[in-house]
Nanobody, 117 residues
């Protein structure tokens, strides 16, 4: 079956770093656009970063530009989100998303990131 499993979340102090991973299985990872979204309690899920199937193009929300980096390793069926200079506003559940031709969409269950002193 299709699986997207996020890991790497946790508690970090402001200014700290975390690296999230999303391990994919059950579909052809290399042809999917991968994204990271985040959602705080009572808030809408928001796009954080996107990377195309080849890794040639990335896009970021303005709020994370210069601090977060999305990358992928198609040989390992894994997408990453390196988060640096974390702020309290980054606290959320982070979700991995896979899309093919704006039609087939898969979601992971999320990993909690809490930024607090």
């Amino acid at each position: 079956q299709v699986q997207l499993v996020e890991s790497g979340g946790g508690l970090v102090q402001p200014g700290g770093s975390l690296r999230l991973s999303c391990a994919a299985s059950g579909f052809t990872f290399s042809i999917f656009t991968m994204s990271w979204y985040r959602q705080a309690p009572g808030k809408q899920r928001a796009l954080v970063a996107t990377i195309t199937s080849t890794g040639g193009t990335t896009n970021y929300a303005d709020s994370v530009k210069g601090r977060f980096t999305i990358s992928r390793d198609n040989a390992k069926n894994t997408v990453y989100l390196q988060m640096n200079s974390l702020k309290s506003e980054d606290t959320a559940v982070y979700y991995c998303n896979a899309v093919r031709e704006s039609r087939v969409t898969y979601w992971g269950q999320g990993t909690q990131v809490t930024v607090s002193s």
